[in-house]
Each structure stands twice: as C-alpha cells, then as structure tokens.
C-alpha cells in the first residue's frame, strides 16, 4: 500500500472535522445573530412608539435614551460619585468603575447562592432517596417550606446575618434550595429501571449504582434545573440588595424607584439581562463540556 493511501483516511478525517466545527460554527452564528434580531426588534417597536407620541418619554424613556446617558446613570452606583460628598473629585472612581463593581458585587452574590444551592440540594436529594431514614426525617420539612415565598425569608435573613452580603447569599440559597432538592429526587424517580437491572445483574453495589448509573443519568437534567433557577437567584438578589444589603444592583433599582428615574431604572434592567443571557450561556459551555455524552439541544442562548 503506498503512502499516500495510508494518508488518505487521515486526510479525510481532518476534513469531517473542519465541516463539522464550520456547522457548528454558522449554527452558533445563526442563533447568535436571531438572538440580536429578537432584541433588536422589541427595541425598535419601543422607538417606534415613543417616535408616534404613543409612550411617555418621561416615564417610558425609549432605549435611546436611557443609553444614551450611560456616564450619567452610571454616578448613581457609586456613593462617592452619587453624592460627591466627602471625597476629593480625584479620588472619585470612573463611572465605569462604579459599575463594574456593583455588577461584580450582585453577580458573586447569585453565584454563591447558587452554588450552595445547587450543592446541598443534590446532596439532600440522593441522600433522600438512598437512605430512608433521611427521607423520613427531612422531605416532610422539604415539602412544607417548599412553597414559602422567599419574600417571606427576608426578616429571617436580615435576623441571623444583619447587613451586608450573607442576607443576600441566604435568600438565593433559600429560594432555590428546597424546589432543586425536590426536582433533584424527580430526577432520580425518572431514571429508566432498565439501566439500574443491568447494574445489579452486573453484580454493581448500591454506591456504585448511583455513582455510575443514578448520577450521569440525572445531570443534564439537574443542569436544565440549574439554569432555570439561575434567573431565579437574580430576581431574588435584587431583592435582598434592596432592603438588607448596603450595595449592588438591587439598591440601585429602589434609588431610582425612590428619586423618580426612569432612565436609571430601564439602563439597570438593561445590565441585569445582559448579565441573566451571559450567565446562561456560560452554563450552557458547562453543560456542553462536562455532559458531553447527553445530546444537546438546539434551543436557548448560542
């Protein structure tokens, strides 16, 4: 056999591999670019109606507007830029700075909420599941605080952990904790039974059973439950950043709420989503990477 024949198979390899990576991609592109359009599009009706006269400018302000003052707005993150009072204008920080630092401060608090969340859940759940003596003991509980609105949880957090960030972590950690551990065992009930007959046949103990078959099993879907609650945890930190935390994106929401600032308001919406849609798109990069045997889907975030 020549060389070249032993080259071919090689060579037509790489070639599958750069057709599939160019798929992938113009599909990435595609999603990406119906992404911008969907946005793009919601925002040119708002334009269109205030440029009728259908809106009031002063309550409604179009995205022009409220982007188009970012310097402006982006004072009211910071104290020091807030009020000017107390510090020289040297050593004021930038506006930038202002508020990459309140998003830096609201998004550390989402993801340690989450992140104990999402760890304590699932622990609670397989150990609910594998051990009845954990199941009689905790579900009950997990059932009746289940539906407790986490608006109910804000005394209770500002009573253990005063001011500052662990009310914050807690109320995401509250929100999230008790629907995740009880999705975490619907999870486990949905597993096929067909899977864990050949493991026992296989001569598999009950750890490695759950291990190796349980756990691989449920992940894609505990990572689609951890992306639907992520938006749930920026909800929730904006409200304990409003009432019990002396900073982030939720303190500035009730100051614009409080001074009557449209503009502040829609340009911290504005933040708040594109933050929501990177979150969810890094979990999706999670998702594809270290669930790499489940098959991925074609909808959400590129």
């Known amino acids: 056999m020549s060389e070249h024949a032993l080259r071919l198979p090689t060579s037509s390899n790489f070639a599958r591999e750069i057709a599939r990576a160019a ?19 919601f925002a040119g009706l708002w334009e269109l109606a205030w440029a009728f006269g259908w809106t009031n400018p002063h309550l409604l302000p179009p995205p022009h507007i409220f982007l188009g003052h970012i310097l402006e707005q982006a004072k009211y993150f910071s104290p020091a830029l807030r009020w000017s009072v107390g510090v020289a204008p040297d050593e004021q920080p930038s506006p930038l700075m202002a508020v990459l630092s309140t998003v830096a401060a ?7 909420g989450l992140v104990l969340a999402t760890i304590l859940s699932i622990a609670l759940g397989i150990g609910i599941r594998r051990y009845r003596f954990v199941d009689r003991l905790t579900l009950p509980t997990v059932l009746f605080l289940a539906p407790v609105s986490p608006i109910a949880w ?43 007959d050949v493991g026992r046949t296989m001569g598999a103990t009950r750890g490695q059973i759950y291990r190796r078959i349980i756990i691989p099993a449920i992940a894609p879907g505990l990572l689609v439950v951890i992306r ?45 989503g594109l933050l929501g849609f990177a979150s969810d798109w890094a979990l999706r990069q999670v998702q594809r990477r270290l669930i790499y045997w489940a098959p991925q889907q074609s909808g959400g975030a590129p």
């Open 106 to 112: 609201t998004s550390a608090r989402v993801l340690a």
């Open 23 to 41: 798929k992938l991609v113009a599909a990435g592109l595609a999603r990406l670019g119906w992404s911008l359009f969907s946005i793009g599009f």
């Open 154 to 196: 804000l005394p209770v957090s500002i009573f253990l952990f005063g001011i500052g960030n662990p009310p914050a972590i807690f109320m995401v950690f509250i929100a999230l904790f008790f629907t995740m551990t009880l999705a975490t065992i619907a999870q486990i009930d949905g597993v096929d039974e067909s899977l864990i």
């Open 228 to 272: 639907m609650n992520m938006f749930a945890a920026w909800m929730v930190v904006l409200l304990a950043e409003a009432t019990g935390v002396g900073s982030g994106l939720g303190q500035v929401i009730m100051l614009a709420r409080n001074t009557f600032n449209p503009s502040l308001v829609f340009f911290t919406i504005t933040l708040i």
